[in-house]
């Protein structure tokens, strides 16, 4: 689903990975803005990471009982996220945001949940309805497999517009059991919420006893210590985590009020397991991450990174004549070959695809990877430095004078 199809071309193999740099298999050094599509924060292979990993290797790879990690790992994303009282582990983001829409149905007791076009939360049956990420990317925005009956279920409504949220509601009065938005979009491009948006999606999920959940798995962590909802001061019922606090392996996680995460087995009704879920290698990974971000609260040295590049861009699009969107926060950025603001997948979508896969291929011969995709989020680490991100910006300006 990374391939190269919507930009043309063959992709390459990675042989290693440092810092920012991919290594491919021919022996290119690439300066990496995909990050592996948004856990590596700190770079690729960090040496306190892979520390923690071959510490924990020496206790064992798999336990199948709690450890002490898990207490150290959950201890972390509730003093992060003053939304979450009680987290539980499992594999993945595709898992946790299944895990999640299955509680919210179970403690409210309805069936449908509402989501958002283009917002990608995995691969479940209930979920994959109007995706963005690789589904949006290659032209299939559902999937088959999905029988009828489970899309009839899900409600699908634009992002960034409120009057169609509470029409929904209003057109399935007492049925809407919750709604899960990425509260920025980084599955269609990074698209952040207008503001007061988020605030509204509360008010309107606490009027219509519907649960509301964040699906932080890209932007926890990455956006701030307490990912959007730190940012918005928006506290979701439930909020689903992956990717950084795996520091490079596998691990998600879901959380919230303590009424509801109790309503969870063997405490209640609602069956989540997984027999590598709370994995000691990816938890120690994941603690090692989150401990760094808590030391050198790197998010205004990355917001500032970014704005260089933001700046360098629409400076060469400028120049160039070229209509350019460059939406970015923190260490997440998108760019848009387009004339209006990009809101929501609409406006992504209108967007010149053709344009970005030859600007991409530009920036890729100049030793530049941005993703392989006009629909996805470009991301930086602490990895990317000063000296690194002006080479960043001469090879994207450069690659914009080449259109």
Request: proline share 6%; glycine share 12%.
């Amino acid at each position: 689903m990374r391939a190269f199809r919507s930009v043309g071309g063959a992709p390459f193999f990675v042989k290693s990975a440092h810092g920012a740099i991919l290594t491919t298999a021919d022996g290119r050094d690439l300066i990496d803005f995909v990050c592996t599509w948004g856990p590596a924060i700190h770079g690729h292979n960090p040496p306190r990471i892979k520390a923690a990993i071959a510490a924990a290797l020496e206790d064992g790879t798999s336990f199948g009982a709690p450890h002490e990690r898990e207490v150290t790992m959950a201890e972390l994303i509730i003093q992060f996220f003053p939304s979450i009282q009680k987290v539980r582990m499992c594999n993945s983001g595709t898992e946790a945001t299944m895990s999640a829409i299955r509680l919210a149905r179970g403690y409210t007791r309805r069936d449908k949940i509402l989501k958002f076009a283009g917002c990608y939360h995995g691969h479940s049956d209930s979920l994959l309805i109007n995706a963005g990420s690789g589904a949006l990317t290659h032209g299939y925005p559902d999937s088959a497999g999905v029988p009828a009956a489970f899309a009839q279920e899900t409600i699908v409504v634009p992002f960034n517009h409120p009057a169609a949220l509470e029409a929904a509601f209003a057109a399935n009065p007492g049925q809407i059991a919750g709604v899960i938005l990425e509260p920025y979009l980084g599955n269609v491009g990074f698209v952040p919420a207008l503001p007061g948006y988020l605030a509204k999606v509360r008010e309107l999920c606490t009027r219509n006893g519907a649960l509301l959940i964040f699906d932080e798995v890209m932007t926890g962590f990455r956006l701030a210590r307490g990912g959007v909802q730190e940012l918005e001061g928006i506290l979701p019922d439930l909020t689903a985590l992956g990717k950084i606090i795996g520091g490079g392996l596998p691990v998600g996680a879901f959380g919230g009020r303590a009424e509801i995460m109790d309503l969870i087995a063997p405490l209640g009704p609602v069956y989540q397991a997984g027999t590598l879920s709370g994995n000691p290698l990816a938890l120690a990974a994941g603690i090692a991450a989150l401990q760094m971000l808590d030391e050198s609260r790197p998010y205004g040295a990355l917001n500032r990174a970014g704005g260089r590049i933001r700046d360098a861009v629409l400076g060469a699009a400028e120049a160039k004549g070229l209509p350019v969107q460059v939406p970015q926060f923190g260490a997440m950025f998108s760019i848009f070959f387009n004339a209006a603001p990009v809101t929501d997948l609409a406006t992504a979508t209108a967007s010149d695809a053709a344009l970005y896969g030859r600007f991409f291929h530009a920036c890729l011969r100049r030793g530049v990877y941005l993703a392989p995709s006009a629909y996805e989020a470009a991301f930086l680490s602490t990895a990317h430095s000063p000296e690194i991100v002006d080479r960043a910006c001469e090879i994207l300006s450069a690659s914009l004078a080449e259109l």
